[in-house]
């Protein structure tokens, strides 16, 4: 039966990670998957994911399945970070949000559902995007074109390209769109390119599916939301893939999440009924521990009164842009805040490392990216020779994880990048 199956070519992003396992070299760097790691190379616990697991474990609910949708408070929390605590479509009852596992999870339960509901449209992927949007769309049957974003030449959005694409595309497809943090290339709208974009996209009576992976790492959690915001403003239709993967540092938690905005309450339910059918068929109803942990973090005020003794801390963070509303969510700020500073810091680092070394390209382009990614312009060959001479692992578009640089790698790396584009 299964002698004549060829084999699957390597995942563009974690089969690098698997290479990178089996490499014998002590030097190697890996730069390839979207995963933040601090200055010594690890990827930390947060330190209120670690302390909420702690009580976690003391007042455990136990171990039933949750409800098709997942955890309804979750939901709620979640919607309160996307849109905010006061918006009309929360409070009008007009979205419907479902826990996925992780934001790859909420993107092909999106693709299952738009298959089955809107048969006749395209999904539209910026060119470039993340590998996978493409393989989750086809893996779901969902038909994908590309629309433009980059401009190799000046290293920044092709806006005006883009713009021209979006009004050729034909009205009920669907459009992607990165709401921040743009993977691969880090390069993001200013809010006055968003505006003419959200203009766009309305003008051509399309559905915007925004991925929303990042929020939080490119300013902030309320800051990152503006595309989002914009977009459901006047009783529009919106859908959202999110994911607690990287601001919560819960990768191997799948804590991820669905958002559909309807017109009113009542397309809503019923659009709640057909995705929970899709779920069903699919893996029935998602993980609990992740989303317990989101839970408690971003839980009551009663919670936050506990934490009293890091109420210094949260004092703190609270005046660094979060919102106050209780010391637990203000602490996982102050901790997403400081992985924030670190990559934009190992931005400006990498890019003087290589001004300091003469590299023959100007790289100063990656300190105004955004996010953990860097499309560095290194050609295919460029980066299979970092690979195979250096043992420098990076995408094959010559995306970097800029959460991979640290302190004691720079040097080797910057010398590595150096030797293969020339000085
Ligand atoms: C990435 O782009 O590296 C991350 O989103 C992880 C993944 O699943 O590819």
Redesign the pocket.
């Known amino acids: 039966m299964f002698e004549n199956i060829p084999s699957a070519p390597r995942?563009a992003?974690?089969g690098l990670t698997e290479a990178f396992r089996n490499d014998s070299r002590s030097e190697k760097i890996n730069l390839?998957?979207?995963?933040y790691q601090d200055d010594s190379g690890q990827t930390p616990v947060l330190e209120v994911v670690r302390e909420a697991e702690k009580r976690l474990a003391e007042e455990s609910t136990g171990k039933g399945y949750l409800p098709i949708s997942g955890s309804p408070e979750y939901a709620q929390r979640v919607q309160h970070l996307l849109l905010g605590t006061d918006h009309e479509a929360v409070q009008a009852g007009r979205i419907a949000t479902f826990q996925t596992p992780?934001?790859?999870g909420a993107l092909r339960v999106a693709a299952d559902f738009l298959h089955t509901h809107l048969p006749q449209a395209t999904v539209w992927l910026s060119d470039p995007t993340?590998?996978?949007h493409p393989n989750i769309f086809a893996a779901a049957r969902v038909p994908t074109k590309t629309y433009a974003y980059y401009d190799p030449q000046t290293h920044g959005l092709a806006i005006d390209r883009m713009l021209e694409s979006i009004g050729k595309i034909p009205a009920g497809d669907i459009i992607l769109l990165h709401a921040c943090c743009h993977?691969?290339t880090g390069i993001d709208p200013t809010p006055d390119q968003w505006q003419a974009i959200v203009a766009a996209v309305r003008k051509q009576g399309l559905l915007p599916l925004l991925d929303f992976?990042y929020q939080g790492f490119a300013e902030g959690i309320e800051e990152d939301a503006t595309s989002l915001r914009r977009f459901s403003q006047d009783g529009a239709e919106l859908i959202v893939c999110s994911s607690f993967?990287?601001n919560f540092g819960l990768y191997c938690e799948r804590v991820g999440a669905l958002s559909v905005l309807c017109k009113t309450a009542e397309n809503s339910q019923a659009v709640q009924s057909q995705v929970k059918r899709t779920i069903r068929t699919n893996y029935s109803n998602p993980p609990r521990h992740g989303a317990e942990i989101v839970n408690w973090v971003l839980g009551n005020e009663a919670r936050g009164n506990e934490a009293r003794g890091n109420e210094a801390r949260g004092n703190e963070a609270r005046g660094d842009g979060a919102t106050g509303d209780n010391t637990w969510r203000a602490r996982w700020e102050q901790e997403l805040g400081q992985m924030r500073e670190r990559i934009g810091n190992m931005r400006q680092l990498l890019v003087r490392k290589l001004h300091e070394r003469g590299v023959r390209e100007d790289y100063s382009f990656m300190i105004g990216q955004r996010g953990?990614?860097s499309y560095t312009g290194l050609s295919r060959a460029q980066v299979d020779q970092l690979r195979e001479q250096h043992a420098v692992y990076i995408?094959g578009s010559g995306?970097i994880?800029v959460a991979g640089i640290n302190t004691a790698n720079v040097d080797r790396l910057a010398a590595a990048i150096g030797e293969v584009v020339g000085t």
Not at 32 to 35: D, E, Q, R, T
């Open positions: 995942d992003i974690l390839s998957v979207g995963v992780g934001g790859t993340w590998a996978n993977n691969p992976a993967s990287k953990m990614f995408v995306r994880n």
